[in-house]
């Protein structure tokens, strides 16, 4: 998956967008502020703010003499970055929002409003041409003087405090970014996390549908970021699930169809001979107990078969490891279908090469998968030919092969010769019935032991040889202590 499709770089993207966008909108914001705030703004010392306060207000008082000066003073300077307040002669406090005023700054204005009366009076010096920073810069006021009078005195705090920027910006700040973070969480909602809810709420609806027992439900993968790869392990599990369900379903159909046919058989010859009325002589008699004998030994194995693949599938079970003689293990298959050989003239030849001698396993489960392989030859070796048991070594183990001479197994079925009741009867047909069962789990038994030893089992075919290659890895085991 790459990674610029990760469901986790695109939220952290997201954020990041989102934090510069509101970067930008406070950026703008501040611009826009300060552009509005005045001439104030823009560097000003506090110094040339008195100045240009008191020589503001000194005009306006000679041009109007009623003016309200208070609001005239919120209007003009609402705005401005930095607090400052008037004390005028007749006692008005005036302010452009700086809130309170420490009683300092207030003593200071007195003293300066009473300094600044007697240089306002020299008649050396007009009203207008009066520099009162230069005398008062240290504490940044200025006089506010009208008719050569001084009719108040404007204070500038050597800064703004927080304060009062914070009363001046933060409801316009907070409004915008409290705004941007909704825009921002709306657009990365919609961007980011809509399409990944969706498909989200695809994966449950499955998981539900599935829950229920649909088995064809899936969920959509498609992305490429972590939700499709949870879609995708979902509809692997589905699938996996349909599949064994379909298997289950066979299984059982396989296991009923194969009990049936023995009961059945069972059944009607117990029936038979319960009517007197037939009259069923002793010889016949007897055939028909051999029969049900036969089915019941058939029975028996079909349900000894499933337990045994049912324990080996399952892990149920301990293998009994041990180091085992290859050639011993050979001599016992070859003399378990000893009478059958004889009666076909079909031969065992068993070769043991050099390395192979011996290998470590459960001998009776090892025994029980090559005489199921055995059998299965015996079974379509033509008369007069030969069954093959080889061992030779390979890395990492013995290599055990089964070799038969029969009309092999056509293409189409090799692939299936190791699932349950699968039979391939049609197309390789049986020199001789009765040997080895034909219950049709036999070579299903064999993969299984030999899957519980480490190994693997496969088939190659043509007309004329089929072979079995057992490979077991002895470097799986190793020889228990005694």
Known sequence: MQWYRSLYWRIAFGFVLCLAAMLVVQAVLFVWVASRSGPTIPGQPPERLAQSVALDLAAAIDARPDIDLAQYVADEYGRAAHPFFVMMADGRLLSNGGGRIPAALLAEARARLRAAAPLARRPDRPARAVRP???????????????????????????????????????????????????????????????????????????????????????????????????????????????????????????SHELTTPVTAMRGYLETLTMPELGIDDRTR????????????????????????????????????????????????????????????????????????????????????????????MRYAPDGTAVELRARPVPGGIMITVIDEGPGIAPEHVPHVFDRFYKVDASRTPHRQGVGGGSGLGLSIVKAIVERHGGTVSVTSRPGRTV????ILNSTFSIPDS
């Open 133 to 255: 920073g230069l005398a008062f810069r240290p504490t940044r006021t200025a006089p506010i003087v009208v008719a050569g009078e001084v009719a108040g005195v404007v204070v500038v705090p050597p800064q703004a405090g927080f304060g009062f920027l914070f009363r001046r910006y933060a409801p316009t700040m907070a409004l915008v970014t409290a705004s941007a973070l909704v825009v921002g969480a709306l657009l990365t909602a919609v961007v980011i996390f809509g399409p990944t809810r969706r498909r989200l709420r695809g994966v449950e609806d499955a998981a539900r549908r599935l829950g229920r027992g649909d088995l064809a439900a899936r969920a959509p993968d498609h992305g490429g970021d972590e939700v499709a790869a949870v879609a995708t392990a979902f509809n692997q599990m589905a699938d996996r699930l349909a599949t064994a369900d379909r298997a289950r379903r066979q299984l059982l159909a396989d296991v």
């Open 286 to 377: 007897a055939r028909y107990l051999g029969i049900i004998g036969d089915e019941t030994e058939r029975l028996e194995r079909i349900i000894g078969d499933l337990l045994d693949l049912a324990r080996l599938e399952g892990g149920g079970g301990t293998l009994a490891i041990a180091d085992v003689a290859t050639a011993e293990l050979f001599a016992r298959v070859a003399a378990r279908h000893e009478r059958t050989s004889a009666q076909s003239g079909v031969t065992f030849r068993t070769i043991v090469e050099a390395g192979a001698e011996r290998l470590l396993g459960d001998r009776d489960r090892l025994e029980q998968a090559l005489q199921n392989l055995a059998a299965n030859a």
């Open 468 to 471: 079995f290659e057992l490979r």
